[in-house]
């Protein structure tokens, strides 16, 4: 792993897929926003419908408490 970036094999990026309870339109729009601007974070889409979450990140720059984190100020329970 590049101590510089993270970049490794899959370029230092993990990708979680999980489903959360409690989204709303306008809080997977939020939580969206807020995990965007989490340095490391890539990519995110939420389908608010399901709960179904994908997030792709590099752990090197975010830690997965920080992700974790920023449902449980928006009142949504990842289900991991």
Request: glycine letters at 12%; aromatic letters at 6%; one cysteine or more.
């Amino acid at each position: 792993m590049c101590k510089e970036c993270g970049c490794g094999e899959n370029n230092g990026v993990t990708r979680l897929q999980f489903t959360a309870e409690g989204y709303t339109e306008d809080s997977a729009k939020t939580v969206e926003k807020n995990l965007l601007g989490l340095p490391g974070v890539m990519y995110v889409h939420i389908h608010a419908h399901d709960g179904e979450t994908t997030i792709d990140y590099n752990p090197a720059k975010t830690k997965l408490t920080e992700i974790i984190g920023v449902f449980g100020k928006n009142d949504v329970e990842p289900l991991l």
